[in-house]
């Protein structure tokens, strides 16, 4: 049993529909689908999510939402019309339409992009539509009700040949709630979980995952196997694959998920494993991620294993000011609070010198710094790949500011400076290819 969720490039338009089916008669075990909402393709100059965004504004200010309803049905009959499909587009318009003069609800309206793309997407397959809101329940706490929403799954006429919008569902009080953006990931790994699945398939429009942002090294390779743990922490440090909450359903059950392209999908794509899985040994380094605009505090204070209340003090200043500290290595008389972006909260002259109150013997401050991490499970077993690296930074002249393994010997960083964080992503690609796995040699302005 597979469960393939296709994301809104997938479904933009007639000519993406055809490649869905395509895909899905492919392999019979393809057998329950996530539908996102129409995105961006062709003539299509705004997804149909942003559009039902933009009604909920007009709505809400009294303004006339007419015309950009009639944009979402012109939309979505142009799929309905050049599929033959005969989907009753005006009659389930007209009800959603009821159904908001009655109660008016934002997460209700947005959510009927993907219970229309849905609509189209099972009469299209000849599948049974099933609708979020009677699948996936969420608690009070709005977290998935996992015990509410099996009973919803096996109480299920079939699980094969389904279609399911993602989203939304429905919340502790029977209305429907919206997921975060990006959430027909979640209702993709939810239906894995569900279903029990030998595989999750993530249908999307890149072929992978790449090893570094592309918008910096143009060509970058693909992962091909990674396991869970690497993706956490490169999503962590700015990877937008998926976010935990997509993750975690399908990593705790040991499901396997596979990214791959619906425009080329006879590419093999990225796979992602359990953590512990011998089949994820291909590469050295497995990513590279990073974020700018970090502020480094170090503060200093002889035998610091008698003076808990140090770290203690300076974690309740940065936790009064809603600050975010990434990272927190620690030496025998000194730590350093890695903190993401402060100004938009406090001045860093507020907040050092409210850290400075615990009497540190010293303190160091360096604003403007660029954090990179080479994430990889083989750290451990190859402690030259970190010697190696600065080297190669150093023979370009880079300046580096930090660098810390974490404790659990997955994720090196190092920190540089804003400007140079570009360059160094780069230099730290070709070195890990020159070092570890296959020559490129870097040539500075040459991604």
């Not at 992602?272 to 970090?294: C, Q, V």
């Amino acid at each position: 049993m597979k469960v393939v969720k296709f994301g809104g490039s997938s479904v933009a338009d007639a000519g993406q529909f055809q490649k869905v089916k395509a895909i899905i008669d492919q392999d019979v075990n393809r057998q329950i689908v996530v539908i996102s909402a129409a995105g961006k393709y062709g003539n299509a100059t705004r997804k149909l999510t942003d559009t039902l965004y933009l009604i909920a504004d007009g709505m809400e200010a009294g303004r006339d939402v007419e015309p950009l309803f009639n944009q979402v049905l012109a939309r979505l009959e142009a799929i309905n019309i050049a599929l033959q499909l005969n989907v009753p587009l005006i009659k389930l318009l007209h009800t959603i339409r009821h159904h908001l003069a009655i109660r008016y609800s934002r997460d209700y309206l947005v959510s009927r992009g993907e219970f229309l793309t849905a609509h189209l997407m099972a009469a299209y397959l000849g599948y049974t539509f099933v609708d979020a809101a009677n699948l996936l329940f969420f608690n009070k706490a709005g977290a998935i009700d996992e015990a509410k929403t099996q009973t919803a799954y096996q109480q299920l006429a079939s699980h094969h040949g389904i279609v399911v919008p993602g989203f939304y569902g429905r919340d502790a009080d029977g209305h429907v709630k919206l997921m975060p953006r990006g959430g027909s990931d979640i209702s993709g790994a939810w239906l894995a979980r569900l279903a029990h699945a030998d595989l999750y398939e993530n249908w999307t429009d890149v072929s992978g995952i790449k090893m570094a942002d592309p918008r910096i090294i143009k060509d970058a390779d693909s992962i091909d196997v990674m396991s869970y743990d690497e993706l956490r922490e490169l999503t962590y440090m700015g990877f937008s694959v998926f976010q935990e909450e997509a993750v975690q359903p399908v990593r705790e059950c040991g499901i396997p998920t596979r990214i791959l392209n619906t425009n080329a999908p006879e590419d093999p794509g990225t796979l992602i494993i359990h953590d512990d899985d011998p089949a994820n040994d291909l590469k050295t380094i497995t990513g590279i991620a990073g974020r700018k605009h970090y502020l480094v505090i170090t503060v200093r204070k002889y035998q610091l294993a008698l003076h808990l209340e140090v770290i203690q003090h300076a974690l309740g200043v940065v936790a009064a000011h809603h600050l975010v500290v990434d990272y927190l290595p620690t030496g025998i008389d000194s730590f350093s609070l890695l903190i993401r972006e402060p100004r938009r909260q406090v001045s860093v002259q507020e907040l050092t010198a409210e850290i400075a109150a615990c009497q540190p013997d010293k303190m160091e401050v360096t604003e403007n710094v660029a954090l990179i991490a080479m994430v990889s499970r083989k750290l451990r077993q190859r402690p030259a790949i970190a010697g190696k690296v600065l080297a190669y930074l150093d023979d370009n002249l880079l300046n580096v500011q930090l660098v810390s393994q974490t404790n659990d010997d997955i994720n090196l960083l190092i920190g540089v400076h804003d400007l140079d964080y570009d360059k160094a992503v780069r230099v730290i690609y070709s070195s890990i290819h020159q070092n570890f796995q296959r020559p490129a040699p870097y040539i500075e302005g040459i991604a």
